[in-house]
């Protein structure tokens, strides 16, 4: 992320690598003196970097040379309707250009660890690659449609520097290695539980089948692995795609932010807990509890409607998400009926949505806590029907 302040300064500089690019056009850098690499920087604690982040280091080591960071994570947070574009899949992202040593800074405030892959580029790939990234940097050109899985910070990295080798670049498969895409977003937020929940909620089923090499290589550190173990076929010989690898930023001391105490699990717990005294009680007193029943209906009901906006989205991992099947608007369909103690069939349904739920668990992992209100809405559709038989009586 770019904070509005630091935009300025970027757009400025990367006029001026244009510009220099532009006007040494005929007097171009030495390539031997040229490096480009691949960066990859650690996570922190905010949230949009909990997966860490990759960039495009070009340096030129000749004195007063451009040595600047490409980085196709730019983006506004304060840009209107953010978070709800970005869930849609509706976001556009864009390619900045600034100092290395602004980038490094950056990283090493939050003490994240930031690696160098320099990379094995003949010096017609690097001038290739250098003016690849000079047109990227064009205004007309700079943004792109964002897709966490398949069109990130990351993969556009790599495909730019895939583009522009003379050759073939061949991936070292790794043996034993087929996570899904929900698996490996656990591992990255193993620390984070309520991001984990959110994710949980959105995925859906598509999220829980095994990944190919290059899916896995939305994330930073499955590319920098990738790449290390890389080599490139041309000309009937083989080179290794990395030539030097360095910590440019070594690994600090983070900043951990107080979440919220209570883990999405706990809560589950405490509501299941909460719902079968409250069972028993309506069960002894042979009253139902109306507020019990709307406070569960409306906030099932608000995660379906989240559910089912989902079916709009871009992300093709969120539109067949399985929890839909109890999650819906159903619940606030019937609201008022139930608030106002009146009959319905939404008792009926109800047990009918929860086993449709619980079947779909057999092929989707489903948020943490989330079976826990369905079981509650569960049990009071125990209670009307027994009262409802014990009335026909």
Not at 43 to 53: F, K
Not at 230 to 249: F, H, M, S
Not at 369 to 390: E, N, V
């Amino acid at each position: 992320m770019i904070t509005n302040a630091l935009r300025g300064g970027l757009i400025l500089f990367a006029m001026t690598i244009q510009n220099t690019a532009l006007a040494q056009e005929p007097k171009l850098p030495p390539m031997d003196s040229v490096e480009i690499s691949l960066l990859t920087c650690q996570p922190h604690d905010e949230v949009y970097s909990l997966y860490g982040h990759t960039a495009i280091r070009y340096r030129e080591l000749t004195r007063g040379g451009i040595d600047a960071a490409f980085n196709y994570g730019v983006f506004n947070y304060d840009a209107p309707f953010f978070v709800v574009r970005f869930v849609f899949g509706l976001t556009d992202y864009e390619l900045g250009a600034y100092p290395t040593q602004l980038f490094q800074k950056e990283y090493r405030h939050f003490g994240s660890m930031v690696t160098e892959q320099v990379l094995n580029l003949t010096n017609d790939e690097k001038l290739q690659l250098r003016q690849a990234l000079i047109d990227n940097l064009r205004p007309a050109n700079c943004v792109y449609r964002y897709n966490y899985f398949y069109n990130n910070c990351t993969t556009k990295a790599r495909d730019i520097i895939e583009r522009h080798i003379n050759g073939k670049l061949q991936y070292a498969e790794r043996e034993d290695y087929t996570p899904t895409y929900r698996e490996m977003v656990h591992a990255m937020t193993r620390n984070h539980p309520w991001s984990r929940f959110g994710n949980d909620l959105l995925l859906g089923i598509q999220a829980d089948s095994k990944t190919t090499l290059r899916q896995q290589e939305f994330l930073p550190d499955n590319l920098l692995y990738d790449f290390d173990h890389a080599q490139i076929y041309a000309n009937g010989q083989y080179r290794p795609l990395i030539k030097e690898r360095r910590t440019v930023v070594p690994a600090g001391v983070q900043l951990i932010h107080n979440s919220f105490p209570l883990t999405p699990i706990l809560c589950g717990y405490i509501l299941l807990a909460i719902g079968l005294l409250l069972f028993l009680a309506q069960c002894f007193t042979r009253r139902v509890i109306i507020v019990w029943e709307a406070l569960l209906m409306g906030l099932s009901g608000i995660i379906g409607m989240v559910l089912f906006l989902m079916l709009f989205s871009q992300h093709p991992t969120v539109r067949i998400n399985l929890q839909i099947l109890f999650f819906n608007p159903v619940h606030l369909f019937y609201l008022w009926p139930v608030i106002k103690g009146r009959q319905t069939r939404y008792w009926m349904i109800c047990p009918v949505m929860v086993l449709l739920f619980l079947a779909g668990s057999l092929f989707q992992s489903y948020a943490e806590g989330l079976y826990s209100l369905a079981l509650c809405l569960l049990l009071q559709s125990i209670i009307h029907l027994f009262f409802r038989k014990k009335n026909e009586q």
